[in-house]
């Protein structure tokens, strides 16, 4: 299965209130999501899962990169 923006979204607002941000690609092709690791930078076409206190304050976020946060307030 790919996995894409749309399908994040559709299947996160199921349980939780969702907010997105930044321009919306449905045909770009993601890597399965993976945990934040504390580094600054955000790769291109991945997907990151982390506590939003706990991003750096100035990230490098390639286009076509999806981060979830949660907790916190954004």
């Known amino acids: 299965m790919k996995l894409n923006v749309d399908i994040l979204i559709d299947n996160l ?17 993601l ?19 982390a506590p939003a206190d706990l991003l750096p304050e100035h990230p490098v976020i390639n ?3 999806v981060i979830i946060c949660f907790g916190g307030k954004l």
Do not use: L
């Open 13 to 29: 607002s199921d349980t939780f209130q969702v907010e997105a941000y930044g321009h919306r690609n449905s045909d770009m092709k």
């Open 31 to 49: 890597s399965r999501p993976v945990f934040y690791n504390g580094s600054s930078i955000f790769d291109a076409y991945n997907v990151y899962v």
């Open 63 to 65: 286009n076509n990169t």
